[in-house]
């Protein structure tokens, strides 16, 4: 059972991340903002495509934006419960794992996913994002930080 305790992540991301998307489209869904710091605003988007709302206007972007994540979830859970990992391996993936799985209840349920977070200064804006993209990138950066960093990521 110990083997599997980081699988407990998986539920309190995917909650916030309900929460958070619940909250914001009860909130803000008429278009208003709301401005956390001079760099940071919440807002309401729907994101029909992918990665920075790719194939957004395409039909097939829908269906390839539903196999895709699939695919990497059954995957992701093979890959946890197949192979012998390290902690911090086991900790990364499962970060990826909860945002994929909190990102493809929206596209099932709604047909789209809610993001939220719009960092931007002066002209720039980085694509708005939401706490299950947050817990991908931040699982895919500690994942790659223990293949580069750690003896485990070496063998």
Not at 74 to 81: E, F, G, P, T
Not at 91 to 106: E, K, M, P, R, W
Request: overall charge positive; hydrophobic content about 55%.
């Amino acid at each position: 059972m110990q083997r599997y305790a980081h699988l407990l992540i998986v539920l309190p991301v995917f909650l916030l991340d309900r929460w958070t998307k619940i909250l914001v489209a009860d909130r803000l869904a008429d278009g208003h903002a709301v401005h956390v710091f001079s760099w940071l605003a919440i807002v309401y988007g729907q994101n029909r495509g992918g990665l920075f709302g790719l194939m957004s206007r395409h039909a097939a972007g829908h269906v390839v934006f539903l196999i895709i994540p699939l695919a990497i979830i059954a995957a992701l859970l093979y890959y946890l419960v197949a192979y012998r990992l390290s902690l911090w391996s086991r900790l990364s993936l499962t970060f990826v794992l909860s945002g994929a799985i909190g990102n493809i209840y929206d596209r099932i349920s709604c047909g789209y996913v809610v993001d939220f977070i719009l960092v931007h200064y002066k002209g720039f804006q980085w694509p708005a994002f939401n706490v299950a993209d947050s817990a991908i990138t931040f699982g895919i950066g500690l994942w790659l930080c223990t293949q580069l960093f750690l003896k485990e990521g070496r063998s």
